[in-house]
């Protein structure tokens, strides 16, 4: 698999990406285009955490900056982890699956304190 590319939409199409020197740094590009982050497992379970982080209302809304509780889908994003976790159960490594674990151990106990 290490013959796989990277790709980036513009203007309707697939363009190969640039080698690892001109990797997403996160700041616009000179065209005005953001730079992402590669995404791999772990920036995938971190994004839905911080997901569930702003729907419990323990850190802002990116956009506003404002805290705001959503139990509802704070709720629905930690099941979503959770299927994760055992639709991939023996496909992680031992550090993905610990990481899955600790991440929804800590979200649940946040719900339930939030919740109660």
Do not use: C, W
Request: net charge negative.
């Amino acid at each position: 698999m290490s013959d796989e590319k990277d790709f980036v939409m513009k203007d309707g199409g697939a363009e190969e990406k640039k080698g690892p020197a001109e990797e997403a740094t996160g700041k616009a590009s000179a065209t005005g285009e953001a730079n992402l982050p590669k995404i791999d497992f772990a920036t995938f379970v971190f994004s839905l955490n911080s997901s569930v982080l702003v729907h419990l209302g323990q850190i802002g809304d990116p956009a506003t900056g404002e805290k705001a509780r959503n139990l509802t889908l704070a709720k629905q994003t930690i099941d979503i982890l959770a299927m994760l976790e055992e639709k991939t159960k023996g496909n992680l490594t031992d550090d993905e699956a610990a990481m899955l674990k600790n991440i929804l151990y800590d979200l649940r106990i946040i719900y339930v304190r939030e919740s109660g």
